[in-house]
Nanobody, 116 residues
Framework: QVQLAESGGGLVQPGGSLRLSCAAS????????MSWYRQAPGKERELVAV????????NYADSVKGRFTISRDNAKNTVYLQMNSLKPEDTAVYYC?????????WGQGTQVTVSS
C-alpha cells in the first residue's frame, strides 16, 4: 500500500525555520520525482519545490527561492523541505507528491502556520 506521511509542521514566528519530512512506503522511492506543494486557505494548490530521482536537480517557486531547500535520502525513502526565513504568507498545508509517468501519489499534508 502506497503511503506518503508528512511531518514537521507547526506554528512558527516570522523569520523562523521548520523542516518538513515526508516518509514514503509501498513503492520504489528512488524511481520517483518528489515535490512539495502547498495550499493556503481560499487558494489553489501550488508547487513549492521539486527534486529529481537522484536529488541532483531541484527547482523552486520564485516565492521561496533562497529560503527553502528540498532534499531527499533514497536510503531512508524520505524527502525533506528545509524552510528558513519563514513569512506569514508561507502559511499553508504542505503536501508531498511522488510522480513517475502516470503514477502520482499524494500525502495527507501537514499544517504550517507562520504567525507572531
Amino acid at each position: 500500500q502506497v503511503q506518503l506521511a508528512e511531518s514537521g509542521g507547526g506554528l512558527v514566528q516570522p523569520g523562523g525555520s521548520l523542516r518538513l519530512s515526508c516518509a514514503a512506503s509501498g513503492f520504489t522511492f528512488s524511481n520517483y520525482g518528489m515535490s512539495w506543494y502547498r495550499q493556503a486557505p481560499g487558494k489553489e494548490r501550488e508547487l513549492v519545490a521539486v527534486t529529481s530521482t537522484s536529488g541532483g536537480s531541484t527547482n523552486y517557486a520564485d516565492s521561496v527561492k533562497g529560503r527553502f531547500t528540498i532534499s531527499r535520502d533514497n536510503a531512508k525513502n524520505t524527502v525533506y523541505l528545509q524552510m528558513n526565513s519563514l513569512k506569514p504568507e508561507d502559511t499553508a498545508v504542505y503536501y508531498c507528491r511522488a510522480a513517475r509517468a502516470q503514477y502520482i501519489y499524494w500525502g495527507q499534508g501537514t499544517q504550517v502556520t507562520v504567525s507572531s
